[in-house]
């Protein structure tokens, strides 16, 4: 890669006749990037860059001594900043350089600092110099002892390419760090830097909906009807021809931020009266939402050529619930296997025709036995340490492998890549996210498309309702062995589901109680409830006093359609600030019933990570 610098031409030229070196080398010295040059002068980022080196300005690297010169410190880590002396030393030794994930936000963050890591660790132990380059503090990879060299900076195109350039390094991994680095894949390789693993072109092929919706086609893979709009008008448009519900978001969010299941046109107009900006360039997209559906997370590894199924993901709860929100089962169960067979299939030639070099996730939704593809990931995703943990195999350094030219046939072996579903897991791993609710009680305990959980538990068992059980009890949710049950269900969920929930937690001994419709319900179907009072309603003691005197010990509360009224966020709230465990949606009721039947029958064991995996030793 050259790091010559360009002839000045052009908006580069007419820019240096009015801006002389040493100005330029004032606002870098004070902290103007390129890209706020680029805003004040009006011209490209390109231009101040080709002007900056062309005056032969160039930012320095500085050393934080580790060890405080009480001895030679063997990790230093460098900040760059624009002064005479560069006190990072290239060495001779062939180099791999890791882009973090950046800072910290709902949707990003500990996952991909788990694959920078692994992926350090598997170019040492290749023999390659390991540098780091982020700027997040609370995490392992910024650690002064992890990599041969740590770069703390911005994960910028201006700051990244400086460090390229000084460092010299064999090629860049952008994968592993979440959407922060993958943004700069483009940029760096239209600069000259080998992006190892998946390249800009399949990233980008992956990351443009509308490139994206012309291979689905052209492999004809089904997916949910989508379009992008920039008013209401459009929108209105779109969802006349596709129909209604509808999932709305802005362009380029992360966790699902502002993202709402629209119902009707009246809210349509409402969401898009209240989005913050709109235009050709960050439009609103729109996708036909697939109610009742069920959702799927698949991890894969690939070569380009060769594919491995790694994990495969179900949901617990229906679509429409944000995936980081989702309690994930691996591996799935009474799923088809020609629905298995048909996502299998997808992913495989998804990974062919994306050219998919390391890892890739994929999300599905099943309605009716149809397999829907809903967005496709080239890189690591959020699920990779938990598939990697239940599964006892180091997916991170296999990718990594990958991505440094070994071969998925040459790995097979050695690393017993068995071509079977979730590559022959003899036991149950359950993902439970963790919610911050009893901190945000005003925020809303209901789930739906915008992520709110910010962390997660991982539970292992040799069957379902021991391993949701436990998954449970490992997020801090205790379920009740006894005492009584609120129940109250939106109209959809009025139906023989909710019956044999509410019949099982009657059988073995909880007393039911529910709000009018629901109670009206359940007596017609022979289930013996009592009534309670809505927050809204005459008459005192209702739902809200009844679990604050604390005489409810388990609710099961769905949310009426469009959005949670006035009185189940109340529910929501008096459950959280008095500890009492909850579930929104009848999946996760479903589960909660066969969980506490389990808790009722049996005590639970301690085994190790390793002991679940000694199947693998066979």
Do not use: W
């Not at 005479?84 to 290239?90: A, W, Y």
């Not at 993202?259 to 009246?266: N, P």
């Not at 808790?599 to 199947?615: D, H, T």
């Amino acid at each position: 890669m050259s790091t010559s610098a360009p002839d000045l031409s052009g908006e580069a030229l007419d820019l240096s006749r009015k801006v002389s070196r040493e100005h330029l080398f004032r606002a870098k010295e004070q902290g103007f990037s390129d890209c706020q040059l680029a805003n004040i002068f009006s011209v490209t980022e390109q231009t101040i860059r080709a002007l900056r080196k062309h005056y032969g300005i160039e930012s320095v690297f500085k050393t934080v001594d580790t060890c405080a010169a009480e001895f030679d410190a063997r990790t230093p880590y460098h900040y760059s900043t624009y002064d005479i002396e560069n006190e990072s030393v290239s060495s001779d030794r062939e180099k791999v350089i890791i882009l973090g994930g950046g800072p910290n936000r709902i949707g990003q963050g500990i996952e991909f600092d788990y694959c920078c890591v692994q992926a350090v660790f598997a170019l040492r132990e290749a023999g390659y110099e390991a540098i780091m380059v982020n700027c997040n503090p609370e995490t392992v990879s910024t650690d002064y002892d992890i990599a041969d060299k740590l770069y703390f900076e911005p994960l910028t195109f201006e700051d990244t390419i400086r460090i390229i350039e000084h460092e010299q390094p064999l090629g860049v991994i952008v994968s592993f760090g979440g959407q922060t680095p993958l943004k700069l894949s483009t940029k760096l390789e239209e600069a000259g830097v080998k992006i190892l693993g998946t390249s800009s072109k399949g990233i980008d092929l992956a990351e443009d909906r509308k490139k994206f919706g012309a291979l689905l086609r052209e492999l004809d893979i089904p997916h949910p009807d989508y379009d992008t709009a920039i008013s209401y008008e459009e929108a209105r448009e779109i969802t006349s021809r596709i129909g209604y519900p509808v999932l709305v978001r802005p362009s380029y969010v992360l966790g699902g931020r502002a993202m709402r299941i629209i119902y009707s046109d009246d809210s349509l107009k409402e969401y898009v009266d209240q989005a913050l900006f709109i235009s050709e360039k960050y439009p609103l997209l729109i996708d036909r939402f697939l109610e009742t559906a069920v959702e799927f997370d698949i991890d894969a590894l690939a070569d380009g050529t060769d594919c491995i199924v790694s994990g495969i993901m179900q949901h617990v709860e229906a679509a429409g619930i944000h995936s980081g929100d989702s309690t994930s089962i691996l591996p799935y169960h009474n799923i088809s296997p020609d629905v298995i067979k048909t996502m299998k299939d997808h992913t495989r030639r998804l990974a062919e025709n994306l050219g998919v070099v390391g890892l890739m996730n994929v999300q599905y939704a099943v309605q009716n036995d149809r397999v829907y593809v809903i967005e496709v990931n080239p890189r690591a995703s959020r699920t990779v340490p938990f598939v990697g943990k239940a599964t006892a195999i180091p997916l991170v350094k296999i990718a990594t492998r990958i991505m440094l030219g070994e071969k998925l046939s040459d790995l097979r072996k050695e690393f017993r890549l068995e071509d079977c579903d979730n590559l022959g897991m003899k036991h149950l791993a359950i993902k439970e996210p963790v919610f911050p609710f009893s901190k945000f009680v005003k925020s809303g305990v209901y789930l739906g498309p915008e992520m709110r959980s910010t962390g997660e538990a991982m539970s292992l068992a040799y069957d379902f309702p021991e391993a949701f059980a436990k998954a449970y009890q490992a997020a801090n949710m205790e379920l009740p062995k006894s005492g009584t049950v609120f129940i109250s269900v939106n109209n959809h969920d009025k139906n023989e589901r909710i019956v044999t929930v509410a019949r099982e937690l009657y059988r073995i001994g909880f007393d039911l109680v529910a709000t009018s419709g629901t109670q009206r319900f359940l007596a017609e179907n022979g289930i013996e409830c009592k009534k309670v009072y809505k927050v809204g309603e005459d008459g005192r003691p209702n739902i809200f006093d009844t679990i604050k005197l604390g005489k409810i010990d388990f609710v099961i509360n769905t949310p009426l359609g469009e959005r949670a009224l006035h009185d189940e966020e109340a529910i929501g709230a008096a459950s959280v600030l008095n500890n009492v465990p909850f579930v929104t949606t009848i999946e996760a009721a479903e589960a909660s019933v066969q969980a506490i039947a389990c808790l009722r029958r049996q005590e639970f064991g301690v085994k190790s990570l390793q002991e679940y995996a000694a199947y693998r030793n066979r």
